[in-house]
């Protein structure tokens, strides 16, 4: 029996994408991509379509019979708050030889979501059938085009419940990059945009639910917190996740504040590079941090932006949404008293702290 070209891809190279899931029918989608898209994606999610482009729904038993026995390279991982310079961060180690960017890709997103529903009436999947899928996953997201090189994904800050879980991968130990800004920063940068205000009250439900797992705060509810209250319960969420990890696997993780990367982005980068097991010269070090990548917005690379444009955003903002930012903080330094497992957040909520 002739297998299809797409699925007999999955074998070859990244050229064939293995972009989402439907977990209802069981099935897996593959697309077409090459190289260059990679590079240019911010996100390889629906962003990514192109007309005429190929792509075909495989049985996800299909998929894995395909995938099961592929070795690849152990894939590396930079996970984030959101709104944090991990998409710089991403393309700039994208430009440094022996590494693929595989930026946000939703099937890592769609196993996350699934994971907070395990062992409950909604979830599409068993715990085993989830530990195997997420195994396929990483296969066919750990190629690479060249002999050597290693996958660095980035994953979206709602994929950050699997950072402990991808931390304790068995094979080679991989490596992680776990980015954020203070929650002052966070605050100012979200409360400014209507946008960002929808998409925190759209994705709190989850934040709530981790937040209750992690602390046993059973007495926090949605319909309490406003939106500064909602943003720093994401933030806090994400952070408690990132320094259990840091504690946890300190030889594999790198804790890293955004604004500490703008101070001497030269140095910071060459960190994170060789915390990638990246070998770049300081030559392309320089080259990278004064050329167009830092003064470009990242996630639409034609669209001028710099650091000093970020910083005059912040400052307008902290003076605009001052109350309700100070609210928040002031709510979170409370919580940071009272839950044990956030004290030694507390030092990461200002640049004052």
């Not at 979200?190 to 059973?218: Q, Y």
């Amino acid at each position: 029996m002739n297998t299809h070209p797409l699925l007999a891809g999955l074998r070859n190279n990244p050229d064939f994408l293995l972009q989402d899931f439907d977990f209802v029918n069981r099935r897996a989608l593959v697309v077409r991509v090459n190289e260059a898209r990679y590079r240019e994606a911010s996100f390889l999610d629906d962003r990514i379509f192109k007309p005429n482009m190929e792509g075909y729904w495989f049985p996800l038993d299909a998929v894995a019979e395909i995938l099961n026995d592929l070795t690849v390279p152990t894939p590396h991982y930079i996970f984030q708050v959101g709104h944090c310079g991990s998409t710089l961060i991403s393309r700039l180690l994208a430009e440094l030889p022996g590494n693929l960017a595989v930026r946000e890709p939703i099937t890592l997103l769609a196993l996350a979501i699934v994971r907070r529903k395990l062992g409950g009436p909604s979830a599409n999947l068993n715990e085993t059938e989830w530990k195997q899928l997420l195994d396929v996953t990483l296969r066919a997201l750990g190629r690479t085009y060249r002999p050597g090189d290693h996958a660095i994904i980035k994953a979206t800050s709602t994929a950050g419940n699997l950072v402990e879980t991808l931390a304790q991968t068995p094979a080679n130990m991989p490596q992680m990059l776990l980015v954020y800004i203070t929650l002052e920063s966070l605050l100012a940068t979200m409360l400014r945009s209507p946008d960002l205000r929808e998409s925190i009250r759209a994705e709190s439900p989850v934040w709530v639910g981790d937040f209750i797992r992690l602390t046993r705060r059973e007495d926090m509810h949605l319909n309490d917190l406003n939106d500064a209250q909602q943003i720093a319960v994401k933030w806090l969420t994400l952070m408690l996740l990132f320094t259990r990890a840091a504690s946890a696997f300190p030889a594999q993780t790198q804790l890293l504040n955004f604004d500490d990367f703008l101070k001497d982005p030269a140095v910071q980068l060459s960190t994170i590079a060789q915390h990638f097991r990246l070998k770049p010269s300081a030559d392309q070090i320089a080259t990278l941090v004064t050329g167009p990548l830092m003064h470009s917005y990242s996630k639409i690379p034609s669209q001028r932006f710099n650091p000093s444009q970020r910083e005059q955003e912040l400052r307008e903002a902290r003076q605009q949404f001052k109350d309700e930012i100070q609210s928040g903080l002031q709510w979170v330094e409370i919580l940071c008293r009272e839950i044990p497992a956030l004290k030694a957040i507390a030092a990461h909520l200002s640049a004052d702290s």
